[in-house]
């Protein structure tokens, strides 16, 4: 449970503003509590909780800027971090055009939080723990996995007049289940642990441990594929990472080029900081309200991402999608959103003759960010897809594949969809999806 | 600091702890950044707190907590024995930990020149003057350099009377050139990519790093690398140098040698292994070229130390001995599984996570060649340089890696640049095909700041010494 309340979060950053010799500061306040509760061969072998608060100031004056830090004992530490701000402030070079601290843009919005997440128990954890081991243990099979709960609140203060709070909750139940010559997996992700579901999950990742038993080599090339949201969140979530941001069209490294098509018609990403399938939160690291972007719509390339730093270069407006300024990463999507289609999941495998199913992937990393080459491994379900029927499980395969054309070659989208959070609070909501061909290399 | 740990051990036991242990951690981290000729970044940061890991009821409990204070740390341990409480009654059997002797004593980095003792504006000098010669060269659009330096002091006690005191000092840094064209991004790095190397070392380690002297260089490099033919495909000799070698290690050996992804518990996430307990002192990992250590005792690695976190005193297990599987990773509870004694590799990220098997420095000893002999010795092949993607299976088999750099050889002589070059294939083939280790001369040590394991994730700095190796018959391409 957090220990501070907003008002005192928002008092700690007046506090350390009041303190500022000189010129213009930033200040984050970042509290965070975190517990997780993690099994293997249906035991808790982890069970561990953390709580922190930090203190992040950011100074500008005389044409500098300097960063300071401070975790651990934060509200006895203000001199501190204004002195080592300041310290860093005054190395670095003085530059005329530096761009001023954003201004309060006077927006709100909705923040994912539940009060059941927050104030989650041990005991409560190893509830949820205990519905998936012991349904595993009931048919002879193994259960691993982890059980988390987390509450993060963040206040904005600066001396331009930004003053901005918001707090968010994030719970998951991930699940491995494996028998003699296999695994399956699941996981739900919610801002309301009560969302986890977790007799879905045990359901689901039985059903999927015990259909991969024995799996057989399957062959290399193009496959037609149906692929589950697990699979798809890493195909969105890279596609950003590579080039959503406008620092990354600006460097020349992205490969939007936009009112082009380069994709199925039927493919729409959106960024949507208050879409309820999501994890709604209303402002970034610098105070400014998120505004939805449209990045891809009908397959084409719409718009991208900005901060302060990248709007005030291209003369545009900001998005809100800074990280702690100043960085060198730029812009960052954070609640990504693919648009869903009208036809149930069942009916996307039903439609295809002969091709493979895809759980999830493993280690996915970038082999060529212009082409949007990725490369990564299949993991815990890869199934054979005959006439329109699951068949049988097939070894894990790497493919290398590059995301746009595989998503040109959309065949289908499920009206359902999945929320995946990650441990920064980026939210992903994908569905799963059908595609024509993908490529699988060994 | 003293004193908390013993208000917390004390605390732990009158709840009814069989064993708890007690770390009090202050991080300093001074991080400075230059892009494209401006300073980009200069942050200081101070991180403090407790971590508590308490075994109530046979199962186990941990809560961090970020005050270094004797009723937070209390309340810490209250909250890390109600967590072992409620996980207890999920447990088939109780904890059981390896028998260790209880230590005390102090350990530090030494170092030639402390890093903090430099001022901020040499840091800064450093890393303009590196700017300013990647700058020389048109074609590269994104220029940044950066360097890190950090100070841990831990202090460990557990309810078995160790007590031991040290102070971790880390310096890093490195630079990136990317050049583009319309249909191309191609980036240098040095000395390494995944933007910088690091040492536990002083400010001696960024001297030698030389960062204004390679900045021309690796520009020119990431120019040419624009135009250069696509790195040829097929079935081909294949020579690695010395970072790219330490990655290899890192992700085929390291990770598949740690004990507890053998026993399953990190089989939801980072996944198994392939290497079995039945397969010890039996299964050929590699050819008889090859021979890795996991060696915490190492000078300059970042995983060097006096004890782990544990208490364990440092140590050097052998792996993998002329090419046979000899040895894993372990702490004292995966150890007991195999009634053996822990290899001292529990290390925690700070104080808010708990310790978890980690590398420590796992590195590919040198052999008896050079980098010369083995290109003078290959007919057809290929010469990489610096990795730019990485990716393996969840039991470390079936791995893809691609580099930012390639060499095509023919008849003994490089005959050209190549780029997006990209090798695979299955670790222990693999390293069987390895014929030729360069030694002791171009043998060094790295250092990997991004090893990433545990829920909650833990981002780990770990050391690999390595130098330029050959493998025979590599399955290679173009990405």
Same mark, same amino acid.
């Given at each position: 449970m957090l220990r501070h309340s907003a008002e005192e979060c928002l008092a700690l950053a007046d506090a350390v503003l009041a303190a500022v010799p000189e010129g213009e500061a930033e200040v984050r306040v970042v509290e965070d509590d975190l517990a997780l509760?993690?099994?293997?061969?249906?035991?808790?072998?982890?069970?561990?909780?953390?709580?922190?608060?930090?203190? &992040?100031?950011?100074?500008?004056?005389?044409?500098?800027?300097?960063?300071?830090?401070?975790?651990?004992?934060?509200?006895?530490?203000?001199?501190?971090?204004? &002195?080592?701000?300041?310290?860093?402030? &005054?190395?670095? %070079?003085?530059?005329?055009?530096?761009?001023p601290l954003p201004a309060p843009d006077g927006r709100d919005g909705p923040c994912g939080w539940s009060d059941a997440t927050a104030e989650a128990t041990p005991e409560q954890r190893a509830e949820g723990v205990a519905t998936v081991t012991t349904a595993a243990a009931a048919r002879g099979l193994q259960a691993f996995g982890a059980l988390s709960t987390r509450a993060t609140q963040l206040a904005v203060v600066s001396s331009r007049g930004v003053r901005r709070h918001g707090r968010r909750t994030a719970a998951a139940l991930s699940a491995v289940v494996r028998g003699e010559d296999g695994a399956g997996y699941a996981d739900r992700h919610a801002v309301d642990a009560g969302d986890l579901e977790p007799e879905a999950v045990a359901a689901e990742v039985i059903e999927t441990a015990e259909r991969n038993q024995g799996a057989r080599p399957a062959e290399t090339g193009l496959h037609e594929v149906v692929l589950s949201p697990y699979a798809v969140q890493e195909l969105v979530g890279y596609l950003s990472y590579i080039g959503f941001s406008a620092l990354a069209v600006e460097e020349r490294r992205s490969f939007m080029r936009f009112d082009e098509r380069l994709m199925s018609p039927s493919v729409g990403i959106r960024d949507d900081c208050a879409d309820p399938a999501g994890s709604p939160f209303p402002f970034d690291a610098e105070g400014v309200s998120t505004r939805p972007?449209?990045?891809?719509?009908?397959?084409?390339?719409?718009?991208?991402?900005?901060?302060?730093?990248?709007?005030?270069?291209?003369?545009?407006?900001?998005?809100?999608?800074?990280? %702690?300024? %100043?960085?060198?990463?730029? %812009?960052w999507a954070t609640h990504l959103v693919m648009d869903p289609g009208a036809v149930p999941a069942s009916e996307l495998v039903a439609g295809v003759r002969r091709g493979l199913y895809v759980t999830r992937f493993w280690y996915v990393r970038v082999v060529h960010p212009l082409r949007t080459v990725i490369t990564g491994m299949t993991r815990e379900g890869t199934f054979l897809i005959e006439d329109g029927r699951l068949g049988a499980p097939v070894r894990d395969l790497r493919f290398t594949e590059s995301i746009v054309e595989a998503l040109d070659r959309v065949q289908g989208i499920s009206a359902e969809r999945r929320l995946q959070l990650g441990e920064d609070g980026s939210s992903v909501v994908v569905p799963w999806l059908h595609l024509g061909g993908f490529r699988f290399t060994s | 600091?003293?004193?908390?740990?013993?208000?917390?051990?004390?605390?732990? +036991?009158?709840?009814?702890?069989?064993?708890? #242990?007690?770390?009090?951690?202050?991080?300093?981290?001074?991080?400075?950044?230059?892009?494209?000729?401006? =300073?980009?970044? =200069?942050?200081?940061?101070?991180?403090?707190?407790?971590?508590?890991?308490?075994?109530?009821?046979?199962?186990?409990?941990?809560?961090?907590?970020?005050?270094?204070?004797?009723?937070?740390?209390?309340?810490?341990?209250?909250? $890390?024995?109600?967590?072992?409480?409620?996980?207890?009654?999920?447990?088939?059997?109780?904890?059981?930990?390896?028998?260790?002797?209880? =230590? @005390?004593?102090?350990?530090?980095?030494?170092?030639?020149?402390?890093?903090?003792?430099?001022?901020?504006?040499?840091?800064?000098? +450093? !890393?303009?003057?590196? #700017?300013?010669?990647? $700058?020389?060269?048109?074609?590269?659009? +994104?220029?940044?350099?950066?360097?890190?330096?950090?100070?841990?002091?831990?202090?460990?006690?557990s309810t078995e009377g160790a007590r031991v005191d040290q102070t971790i000092v880390e310096s890093g840094g490195g630079m990136d050139a990317t050049a583009t064209s319309d249909d191309e991004v191609q980036t240098r790095s040095h000395p390494n990519s995944f933007g910088r190397h690091q040492l536990c070392a002083g400010w001696e380690a960024i001297e030698e790093m030389a960062l204004p002297e390679h900045g021309e260089r690796i520009a020119g490099e990431a120019a040419a690398l624009l135009t250069a033919p696509p790195c040829p495909s097929g079935?081909? @000799?294949?020579? !690695?140098?010395?970072?790219? $070698?330490?990655?290899?290690?890192?992700?085929?050996?390291?990770?598949?040698?740690? !004990?507890?992804?053998?026993?399953?518990?990190?089989?939801?996430?980072?996944?198994?292994?392939?290497?079995?307990?039945?397969? !010890?002192?039996?299964?050929?990992?590699?050819?008889?070229?090859?021979?890795?250590?996991?060696?915490?005792?190492?000078?300059?690695?970042?995983? @060097?130390?006096?004890?782990?976190?544990?208490?364990?005193?440092?140590?050097?297990?052998?792996?993998? #001995?002329?090419?046979?599987?000899?040895?894993?990773?372990?702490?004292r509870e995966t150890a007991a599984v195999l009634d053996r004694q822990s290899s001292g590799t529990m290390r925690a990220w700070g104080w808010s996570r708990q310790p978890l098997i980690r590398m420590t420095n796992i590195n590919l000893e040198p052999g008896d060649s050079s980098l010369e002999e083995m290109i003078a010795g290959t007919e057809h092949g290929v010469y990489l340089e610096t990795n730019r993607s990485w990716s393996i299976d969840d039991r470390r088999l079936n791995f893809q890696f691609g580099c930012q750099n390639g060499w095509e050889i023919r008849d003994g002589r490089r005959v050209g640049l190549v780029r997006n070059p990209l090798y695979r294939g299955i670790t222990p083939e693999f390293w069987g095909s390895c014929d030729a280790v360069a030694g002791p001369d171009e043998w060094r040590m790295w250092g990997v700041v991004n090893c990433g394991k545990g829920e909650p994730m833990q981002i780990m700095h770990v050391g690999h010494g390595a130098a330029p190796c050959r493998f025979r018959d590599v399955s290679v391409g173009p990405a």
């Amino acid at each position: 449970m957090l220990r501070h309340s907003a008002e005192e979060c928002l008092a700690l950053a007046d506090a350390v503003l009041a303190a500022v010799p000189e010129g213009e500061a930033e200040v984050r306040v970042v509290e965070d509590d975190l517990a997780l509760t993690r099994f293997a061969r249906n035991t808790v072998h982890q069970n561990v909780a953390e709580t922190g608060l930090s203190l &992040r100031l950011r100074l500008v004056a005389g044409g500098r800027v300097g960063v300071a830090e401070v975790r651990g004992n934060a509200g006895g530490s203000i001199d501190r971090l204004v &002195r080592l701000a300041e310290e860093a402030r &005054r190395v670095a %070079p003085a530059e005329d055009a530096l761009a001023p601290l954003p201004a309060p843009d006077g927006r709100d919005g909705p923040c994912g939080w539940s009060d059941a997440t927050a104030e989650a128990t041990p005991e409560q954890r190893a509830e949820g723990v205990a519905t998936v081991t012991t349904a595993a243990a009931a048919r002879g099979l193994q259960a691993f996995g982890a059980l988390s709960t987390r509450a993060t609140q963040l206040a904005v203060v600066s001396s331009r007049g930004v003053r901005r709070h918001g707090r968010r909750t994030a719970a998951a139940l991930s699940a491995v289940v494996r028998g003699e010559d296999g695994a399956g997996y699941a996981d739900r992700h919610a801002v309301d642990a009560g969302d986890l579901e977790p007799e879905a999950v045990a359901a689901e990742v039985i059903e999927t441990a015990e259909r991969n038993q024995g799996a057989r080599p399957a062959e290399t090339g193009l496959h037609e594929v149906v692929l589950s949201p697990y699979a798809v969140q890493e195909l969105v979530g890279y596609l950003s990472y590579i080039g959503f941001s406008a620092l990354a069209v600006e460097e020349r490294r992205s490969f939007m080029r936009f009112d082009e098509r380069l994709m199925s018609p039927s493919v729409g990403i959106r960024d949507d900081c208050a879409d309820p399938a999501g994890s709604p939160f209303p402002f970034d690291a610098e105070g400014v309200s998120t505004r939805p972007v449209t990045l891809i719509d009908g397959g084409v390339c719409r718009d991208v991402v900005h901060d302060s730093v990248t709007a005030a270069r291209a003369g545009v407006a900001n998005t809100g999608h800074s990280l %702690p300024q %100043p960085n060198t990463i730029g %812009p960052w999507a954070t609640h990504l959103v693919m648009d869903p289609g009208a036809v149930p999941a069942s009916e996307l495998v039903a439609g295809v003759r002969r091709g493979l199913y895809v759980t999830r992937f493993w280690y996915v990393r970038v082999v060529h960010p212009l082409r949007t080459v990725i490369t990564g491994m299949t993991r815990e379900g890869t199934f054979l897809i005959e006439d329109g029927r699951l068949g049988a499980p097939v070894r894990d395969l790497r493919f290398t594949e590059s995301i746009v054309e595989a998503l040109d070659r959309v065949q289908g989208i499920s009206a359902e969809r999945r929320l995946q959070l990650g441990e920064d609070g980026s939210s992903v909501v994908v569905p799963w999806l059908h595609l024509g061909g993908f490529r699988f290399t060994s | 600091m003293r004193d908390v740990a013993e208000r917390a051990l004390d605390e732990a +036991v009158a709840a009814g702890a069989s064993y708890a #242990d007690c770390r009090v951690v202050v991080r300093t981290v001074q991080t400075l950044e230059v892009k494209n000729g401006r =300073v980009a970044r =200069v942050a200081l940061s101070d991180d403090e707190g407790v971590g508590v890991r308490v075994v109530v009821d046979g199962g186990w409990g941990f809560a961090g907590v970020d005050r270094i204070d004797a009723g937070e740390a209390e309340e810490a341990v209250r909250r $890390a024995v109600r967590i072992a409480r409620a996980g207890a009654r999920l447990r088939s059997a109780p904890v059981r930990l390896a028998a260790v002797a209880a =230590v @005390t004593g102090e350990d530090r980095t030494p170092v030639v020149i402390d890093p903090f003792s430099v001022s901020l504006e040499r840091k800064l000098e +450093v !890393l303009l003057a590196a #700017d300013a010669a990647m $700058a020389r060269v048109p074609e590269v659009r +994104v220029r940044d350099s950066s360097l890190e330096f950090v100070r841990e002091h831990r202090l460990f006690a557990s309810t078995e009377g160790a007590r031991v005191d040290q102070t971790i000092v880390e310096s890093g840094g490195g630079m990136d050139a990317t050049a583009t064209s319309d249909d191309e991004v191609q980036t240098r790095s040095h000395p390494n990519s995944f933007g910088r190397h690091q040492l536990c070392a002083g400010w001696e380690a960024i001297e030698e790093m030389a960062l204004p002297e390679h900045g021309e260089r690796i520009a020119g490099e990431a120019a040419a690398l624009l135009t250069a033919p696509p790195c040829p495909s097929g079935r081909m @000799t294949l020579i !690695l140098d010395a970072t790219q $070698a330490a990655l290899q290690v890192h992700e085929s050996c390291g990770h598949p040698t740690e !004990l507890d992804r053998v026993l399953g518990d990190e089989a939801a996430f980072a996944g198994t292994s392939f290497l079995l307990p039945e397969m !010890l002192g039996s299964f050929r990992y590699g050819s008889e070229k090859v021979t890795l250590v996991a060696d915490a005792t190492a000078p300059g690695g970042l995983g @060097t130390f006096g004890w782990d976190d544990e208490g364990v005193p440092a140590e050097r297990t052998v792996l993998v #001995d002329q090419g046979v599987f000899r040895g894993y990773l372990s702490s004292r509870e995966t150890a007991a599984v195999l009634d053996r004694q822990s290899s001292g590799t529990m290390r925690a990220w700070g104080w808010s996570r708990q310790p978890l098997i980690r590398m420590t420095n796992i590195n590919l000893e040198p052999g008896d060649s050079s980098l010369e002999e083995m290109i003078a010795g290959t007919e057809h092949g290929v010469y990489l340089e610096t990795n730019r993607s990485w990716s393996i299976d969840d039991r470390r088999l079936n791995f893809q890696f691609g580099c930012q750099n390639g060499w095509e050889i023919r008849d003994g002589r490089r005959v050209g640049l190549v780029r997006n070059p990209l090798y695979r294939g299955i670790t222990p083939e693999f390293w069987g095909s390895c014929d030729a280790v360069a030694g002791p001369d171009e043998w060094r040590m790295w250092g990997v700041v991004n090893c990433g394991k545990g829920e909650p994730m833990q981002i780990m700095h770990v050391g690999h010494g390595a130098a330029p190796c050959r493998f025979r018959d590599v399955s290679v391409g173009p990405a």
